[in-house]
């Protein structure tokens, strides 16, 4: 019998979701501990069973985020985001974290380029209330003008505090729309001022009609949980929601890159700061094999993975023209996307000599294979943290979610690794070659301006 939502605050439940007592539940392999299903109306269900404490994740994840919108409505879905915990027909304005915390979960969403997602961190008995809550704002979202107008000043506000205020982050937007020209990797995930500003409660509610479907949807479970049931689960809340006619996203691919691209923003800050970006692929669907984005990813390692890497130990420590420098690079993207370095330049440096430097990295990793020692030293830094990640639930069920949700497929998960094992040093100095170069990179420049109203 269906439970409704006004009691679940102060229902206790008496079934859990797990199978077997007294008896030390064996530890399978990766690959048989992960378990899916896709229901009639196209929700994809997936578990991850990790019995070492009594407690469950649960995520939802939908294919819209930052990527799919359009110039005029940057920001859509991040505000949407923030209306999906203001009430249902039968939940008022943030009863659904009210619920959550007094079942003693957590609770929480994010939103991202390529998707936005929902989760709770919860008891393992407490999962039908995670599916039941989210199974009915999936379907019965009230977007309230009165919510709509403060979620959209708190937006407002957050991007004041994160971009506005923030000299670095500022060129970073600027960066993005400089180094794409069509892709939306172009726009801010948070919004453009102007969108923000010019947004209505019609654009939420097209925008969830189009996106907030259980076949654009994937339920993640991780933590100690029988599959089965939480298939059971997953029929019983999510199993009735009506599918819809999904409107397709058009994509235009984002043109190579040809000549550099420079730019200078003077903004008033403290100090300098460099970013360098160049377009480089992500793991696609269409080339499961491709051994790029590993290598890729070995590279963004060899120069910035922890205080032994190239960039800070010659650049920092040894020769001293970066106060700081990192390397960015996320493979796991619907879209290419770019390799990103930035720093800032130490007292008495500028942003011309630090890029000097940084080029001179560039082209040695370019002339000179990296050594057996230093590539089998980095292989073992990213085998660790890809075991420490595995101590957390919410970790295990993000890279599902993630890889589910970009076009990819979760058994990718369990091969990252052997992937990542398996590239060379010639591979390495190949896309160091092929995509670190001058008619492919993108550069911004903070030029720092007088603060105003400076302090005593």
């Known amino acids: 019998m269906h439970i409704a939502l006004s009691r679940l605050v102060t229902l206790v439940l008496t079934a859990t979701i797990v199978g077997g007592c007294g008896l030390m539940p064996k530890q399978p392999r990766d690959s048989e501990q992960v378990h899916e299903t896709i229901l009639e109306n196209g929700i994809k269900v997936i578990v991850k069973v990790d019995q070492r404490a009594p407690i469950v994740v649960s995520q939802v994840w939908y294919k819209v985020g930052g990527s799919y919108e359009p110039l005029g409505l940057t ?80 937006v407002k506000e957050e991007r004041r505090l994160r971009t506005d205020d923030r000299p670095e982050a500022l060129v970073y937007e600027k960066f993005m729309a400089t180094a794409f020209r069509v892709s939306n990797y172009r726009n801010p995930i948070i919004g453009l001022p102007q969108d923000l500003e010019s947004m209505r409660l019609a654009d939420l509610e097209h925008w969830y009609r189009r996106f907030y479907a259980p076949n654009n949807a994937t339920v993640v479970v991780a933590g100690d949980v029988e599959p089965d049931a939480v298939f059971g689960l997953a029929e019983k809340y999510f199993g009735n929601v009506p599918r819809r006619d999904l409107e397709p996203n058009a994509e235009i691919p984002e043109p190579p890159q040809d000549e550099p691209r420079r730019i200078q923003v003077k903004l008033p800050a403290k100090v300098p700061y460099l970013l360098i970006g160049f377009h480089v692929p992500s793991m696609s669907a269409k080339k499961p094999d491709d051994w790029e984005p590993y290598a890729l990813e070995i590279l963004a390692y060899i120069l910035d993975g922890g205080k032994s890497a190239r960039l800070p130990t010659r650049l920092v420590r040894e020769q001293r023209i970066a106060s700081s420098v990192g390397v960015g690079y996320d493979s796991v993207s619907r879209l290419p996307t770019l390799f990103v370095i930035d720093g800032n330049p130490a007292n008495g440096k500028t942003t011309e000599e630090l890029e000097t430097a940084l080029q001179a990295e560039i082209e040695r990793l370019k002339s000179e294979l990296v050594s057996q020692q230093e590539l089998n030293k980095v292989k073992a830094q990213i085998v660790a943290s890809n075991i420490f990640g595995r101590d957390s639930a919410f970790y295990q069920a993000m890279k599902l979610g993630e890889l589910e949700t970009v076009g990819l497929n979760w058994r990718l998960e369990s091969q990252v690794v052997d992937r990542l094992r398996a590239v060379t040093a010639e591979q390495v100095r190949t896309v160091a070659r092929k995509y670190l170069k001058p008619t492919n990179m993108t550069v911004a420049v903070l030029a720092p301006q007088p603060l105003d109203n400076q302090g005593g």
């Open 75 to 154: 920001g859509v879905s991040h505000v949407l985001e923030h209306m999906m915990f203001k009430g249902t027909d039968q939940l008022g304005p943030n009863e659904f974290s009210r619920v959550i915390a007094a079942n003693g979960g957590r609770e929480n969403a994010f939103t991202g380029r390529d998707y936005t997602a929902y989760f709770q961190r919860l008891e393992k008995s407490r999962l039908p209330i995670s599916f039941e809550l989210e199974s009915d704002r999936m379907q019965n979202l009230k977007l309230d003008v009165d919510e709509f107008k403060k979620e959209v000043e708190v």
